[in-house]
């Protein structure tokens, strides 16, 4: 079961012990609360809870990368399309990149582990070809006015491709 709660307080009990309050608002399941064992450990693992706001946002920006595929590709556009637009957006932003170089048959595991990644040349080491690659951070890692400036991006490719966003409210990501 996943509990959202707001942190309250923390304290040493006599024992040297860490107690952590945290406060749960609308906690309906009492219930469990009263099965509770006082002395039995339990696995709590602590995540920040993103707002409904910028999930939505981040479900506008892949719908109209989406639309600009589609409109720049047909409406055959598949998922790589996408990820190509992504990647373009990314890089008009200004998004934050690393540089990475490995053998190319290692692309595959650099694709399975990196959010968007760019070819940008191949070079030879000691009789080997290596690639390098452009490797950006991905959105879910940008703070608010890198994400900001991410979806307007996209807001611009969609209006240079002729994709009406008035329906776009035009607020900040928080």
Known sequence: MKIVGN????????EGYTEITFLV???RNQELVKELEKDKDYRIELNVVKSKRSIEQNNLMWKLIHEISIA???????DMDDWEIYLQALERAGAKYEYVACLPEGEHLLKG???????M?????NGKTFNSYKVYYGSSKMNTQEMNLLINTVMDMAAEVGIDTTY???????
């Open 7 to 14: 942190y309250q307080k923390r304290v040493i009990n006599e």
């Open 25 to 27: 608002k609308n906690f």
């Open 72 to 78: 720049v590709n047909g409406t055959l556009a598949n």
């Open 113 to 119: 582990s990196c959010r968007a990644i760019k070819l």
């Open 121 to 125: 040349n191949s070079f030879y080491h």
């Open 168 to 174: 776009y409210d035009g607020g900040k990501y928080e």
